[in-house]
T-cell receptor, first 106, second 113 residues
């Protein structure tokens, strides 16, 4: 199956800071999504982004499919951004990376 | 956007009993739904793909007789954990695909005592 690697595994930010999360994948994919899992376990779909760049408020994402990586940018971080961010790619099934745990401190 | 509803959100059951978890697509039809399992501090692992009107497809290593899946309608899939044991305690999440990508239910935290 497709291997998905996320970095860094953990990230501690001061409120207001910017950050970049990375997702590398091992093969061509049909779909790539970024999710945020909140402390209650709910997975929120942030971006459906098999290629190109998208922005939604303080979050943006870029996927370079030819180089098999995607980046998630968080700007002006807030405490509510805390949680685990997962990258998931679809070959024949949706495969998740191990996630990046983000902690934003006030 | 699409909404997937999952119930119950939390369940505690005695060892040896069975537990049923429901997953509903509220505003769209889902011919296919997916069931995942997540251990603490770990990622999501696909357990099985639920197909409306046909048998589910299980991932390698998942016991079909322990994790029974029924997808009886275009909006409902159920996962039944049979003869549950403490090692089945976990967070179970369902999902479905719509035009905007995969949407996930809120998950069910199962504790077997």
């Amino acid at each position: 199956g497709i291997q998905v690697e996320q970095s860094p595994p953990d990230l501690i930010l001061q409120e207001g800071a910017n950050s970049t999360l990375r997702c590398n994948f091992s093969d061509s994919v049909n779909n790539l999504q970024w999710f945020h899992q909140n402390p209650w376990g709910q997975l929120i779909n942030l971006f459906y982004i098999p290629s190109g760049t998208k922005q939604n408020g303080r979050l943006s994402a870029t996927t370079v499919a030819t180089e098999r990586y995607s980046l998630l940018y968080i700007s002006s971080s807030q405490t509510t951004d805390s949680g685990v961010y997962f990258c998931a790619v679809e070959g024949y099934k949706l495969s998740f990376g191990a996630g990046t745990t983000v902690t934003v401190r006030a | 956007g699409a909404v997937v509803s999952q119930h119950p959100s939390r369940v505690i059951c005695k060892s040896g009993t069975s537990v049923k978890i429901e997953c509903r697509s509220l505003d769209f039809q889902a011919t296919t739904m997916f069931w995942y399992r997540q251990f603490p501090k770990q990622s999501l692992m696909l357990m099985a793909t639920s197909n409306e009107g046909s048998k589910a497809t299980y991932e390698q290593g998942v016991e079909k007789d322990k994790f029974l899946i029924n997808h009886a309608s275009l909006t409902l899939s159920t996962l039944t954990v049979t003869s549950a044991h403490p090692e089945d305690s976990s967070f179970y999440i369902c999902s479905a695909w719509d035009l905007y990508g995969y949407t996930f239910g809120s998950g069910t935290r199962l504790t077997v005592v």
